[in-house]
């Protein structure tokens, strides 16, 4: 969800005209965050919110827009666990193997999108072993 929350700021940044539907998504999902953000965070969703729901969004709107376009999407990232509708705590059982929770991991992390608003930096894919490998001038794993 998150992911089509960014692409959206994205996209109105540069549109002359938002259509009801996309202010209402916005809306809607930043009210999802509006209560849990810290008091530095809270102006630029709060700002957001205030633009979406004004009826008129012209260059002065636009440039606003634009200046919270960077911080809001920080913030949408860091709080990314909150627009998860699905529940992500892990059964736990005592008898597991550590095969058994490379497996669950690894399940995970297919599931991750990589963009540029969600990179994975110094991770690759090792095609040999079928595994993800951190590879960095400090670390190598």
Not at 12 to 18: D, G
Not at 34 to 61: C, H, N, Q, R, W
Not at 90 to 95: A, F, G, Q, V
């Amino acid at each position: 969800m998150t992911t089509k929350l960014i692409d959206t700021i994205n996209i109105i940044s540069t549109l002359k005209y938002i259509k009801k539907p996309e202010k209402t998504f916005i809306i809607e999902q930043l009210e999802v965050i509006k209560d849990t953000v810290d008091d530095k965070e809270s102006p630029f969703i709060k700002t957001l919110i205030k633009l979406m729901s004004g009826s008129e969004y012209k260059a002065a709107e636009k440039n606003k827009l634009n200046e919270l376009k960077e911080p809001l999407i920080k913030i949408i990232n860091k709080y990314e666990e909150h627009f998860n509708n699905k529940n992500n705590d892990d059964t736990i059982d005592d008898n597991v193997t550590i095969e058994d929770v490379s497996a669950l991991l690894d399940a995970k992390i297919s599931s991750y999108k990589f963009s540029e608003h969600n990179p994975m930096n110094y991770v690759t894919w090792k095609e040999s072993k079928k595994k993800y490998r951190v590879e960095n001038n400090d670390i190598d794993t």
